[in-house]
């Protein structure tokens, strides 16, 4: 893979873009100047990879690692872990439980892929005693897991990223720029056109509507099932799993796209939406949020 920054030059932007976090992360920076938008997104790279090798589950060598291999053992961390601790246990609390970090290990049974393969209910089961905020001990700066216990912020991590690479570059540059990491934005505005970035709802069947809104200021997130599912015995299961039962939420939507000032807000509120099941789009008129559901 080219992991070299890609440039375009648009007829009144530049796009900047380079592989990162499993996702095309991408730029749109509202500069005729090549060398600026090169120079930003250079910056930007740093920073996602900086991110990534630190919270990514699929490392050996950074803090979640240590955390997961700590074999019950109380580990110290430094304050942005902190925060994202802190933010993990708000959400499992305003969720009621229903977004957890400590359940993550039940991808070990749960493969959302054209296999067709759904785990028994005793191998469901055999994992519950592995997840659950409740058993954790987080008083800042500790952190301790029961043995077999793991944290994931992969619910989470990559629109920290999307905010993280926004407030970055906006400190560096007063110009309008669009930060999208897999279809979680960020932007800031408004344009030099005294407009803003032009964003499409992602469809889910061919006879929806197509939806665009503009983004000016603030942060766009999207959760939703439309690309990793399971379909078994005429049934489809969603890739949200509700980690009170180790099982695909039921009657959610296909897909929950928020508005928020971050995109780690709008993010929350998508995931938290989905995650509500039947009772996505009362959570979210209960948030007084600009929202899109497809069912």
């Not at 630190?54 to 950074?62: I, L, Q, T």
């Not at 669009?178 to 992602?202: M, S, Y």
Request: charged share 25%; with cysteine.
């Amino acid at each position: 893979m080219d992991y070299r920054l890609q440039l375009t030059q648009m007829p009144d932007y530049c796009r900047i873009s380079y592989p990162a976090m499993a996702s095309i992360c991408e730029l749109l920076i509202d500069t005729d100047n090549p060398s600026l938008a090169l120079e930003l997104g250079e910056l930007a790279r740093e920073e996602t990879q900086r991110i990534e090798h630190k919270f990514s589950r699929y490392r050996d060598d950074n803090i979640v690692a240590r955390i997961n291999s700590a074999e019950g053992q109380a580990v110290s961390v430094d304050d942005e872990t902190a925060s994202l601790l802190d933010f993990a246990e708000t959400l499992w609390k305003l969720s009621e439980g229903r977004f957890d970090i400590t359940s993550g290990v039940l991808r070990q049974i749960w493969h959302f892929d054209t296999s067709g393969n759904v785990p028994s209910p005793e191998q469901v089961s055999a994992l519950l005693d592995r997840i659950g905020w409740a058993k954790v001990r987080w008083q800042a700066p500790k952190l301790t897991l029961a043995a077999g216990m793991e944290i994931d912020f992969g619910g989470i991590g990559k629109e920290y990223a999307v905010d993280k690479v926004g407030d970055l570059l906006r400190h560096e540059w007063d110009g309008a720029l669009l930060v999208n990491f897999g279809g979680d934005l960020r932007a800031t505005g408004p344009r030099q056109n005294g407009k803003g970035w032009q964003i499409g709802i992602e469809k889910i069947h061919n006879t929806d509507p197509q939806t665009f809104i503009e983004l000016t200021d603030g942060g766009l997130a999207t959760s939703g099932d439309q690309k990793r599912f399971l379909e078994k015995d005429g049934q489809r299961y969603c890739h949200i799993l509700d980690p009170r039962t180790g099982w695909p939420v039921s009657n959610a939507p296909h897909s929950v796209t928020t508005v928020a000032p971050t995109c780690l807000q709008a993010g929350m509120l998508s995931s938290l939406a989905m995650l509500m099941g039947s009772d996505a789009e009362a959570f979210l008129d209960e948030q007084d949020v600009r929202y899109w559901s497809l069912r």
